[in-house]
């Protein structure tokens, strides 16, 4: 079932939808500040069928009206949980994987530039992973980065350093999708 932007706003319960493919893919947002963003990461979350998106440190957290307008009501039936840390967030994903017995561990996947980033399009993504974005002026904190297995970057060949984290969280994770045929 689909929904247009007025009937997701109208949404009284997340029950009253029910996705019936889930894709074992994860959103950890490590203090990003912006509401908008938020909401909008909550877009992208269920347009991508992720399996839970994970909000962490000083970040708002729904039923804030400014997430509320922009996730168009996105949040009622994106599974979500706030973390006091990425790390945490990290560890949870980690853990519900090895608890279901699955066998496989988790690529957890930085979106940052750093000295040792690999462009995105280059690298070669398996599923489960767990994507991780930091805040809008610093990025992630050191130590999400460091409990990352990769970190990739988006390319940036202007005078500006960075895109917003929407459009690099969506870049980078349509890209995955793509290569590991889920479109």
Request: glycine share 6%.
């Amino acid at each position: 079932m689909k929904l247009n932007a007025k009937q997701l706003r109208d949404l009284e319960h997340e029950n009253d939808v029910i996705l019936k493919k889930r894709f074992p893919v994860y959103l950890v947002l490590d203090n990003v500040y912006d509401t908008y963003n938020i909401g909008g990461l909550f877009r992208l979350a269920d347009a991508l069928a992720i399996e839970k998106l994970y909000i962490c440190g000083e970040s708002e957290i729904p039923p804030n009206t400014k997430i509320k307008r922009a996730s168009i009501g996105t949040y009622k039936v994106v599974p979500w949980e706030y973390k006091e840390t990425a790390i945490e967030a990290i560890g949870e994903v980690k853990n519900s994987l090895l608890q279901a017995k699955t066998n496989i561990t988790p690529k957890i996947i930085g979106i940052e530039q750093t000295k040792h980033s690999t462009p995105y399009q280059d690298f070669r993504y398996s599923l489960p992973a767990a994507f991780v974005v930091g805040n809008e002026t610093t990025g992630c904190r050191q130590e999400a980065i460091d409990a990352c297995d990769a970190i990739v970057e988006i390319p940036m060949h202007g005078i500006n350093l960075s895109l917003n984290v929407i459009i690099s969280a969506g870049v980078v994770m349509y890209h995955a999708y793509n290569q590991l045929k889920l479109l």
